[in-house]
């Protein structure tokens, strides 16, 4: 029997592009590891940041973008030092 805890690591985001403003939830999948799950995180952003043209808007109209209709990925599990923020990770990719 292991000491250590065994975590599971499940990234969904909520899509907030749909007509009356109702996000939707959806689920990627499991991870075995937090790292794993982040860097899943992190590709669903820079998908759609990759999507609207990345490299030839404004910081400003990136985020404007991305807030009106950008994906919110983050990840479900036990383990309390594992966590994502899109629109931390946003400020930091876009500048």
Avoid: Q
């Amino acid at each position: 029997m292991s000491s250590e805890l065994e975590y599971r690591y499940t990234v969904c985001a909520y899509s907030s592009f749909h007509l009356m403003g109702d996000a939707e939830k959806y689920v990627l999948g499991e991870f075995g590891d937090c790292a794993s799950a982040v860097a899943a995180c992190e590709k669903i952003v820079d998908d759609f940041l990759l999507s609207i043209g990345e490299s030839g808007n404004s910081p400003e109209t990136l985020l404007e973008e991305y807030a009106s209709s950008g994906p919110e990925p983050y990840v479900e599990s036990d383990d309390p030092a594992c966590w994502f923020s899109a629109a931390d990770y946003v400020r930091r990719r876009i500048r």
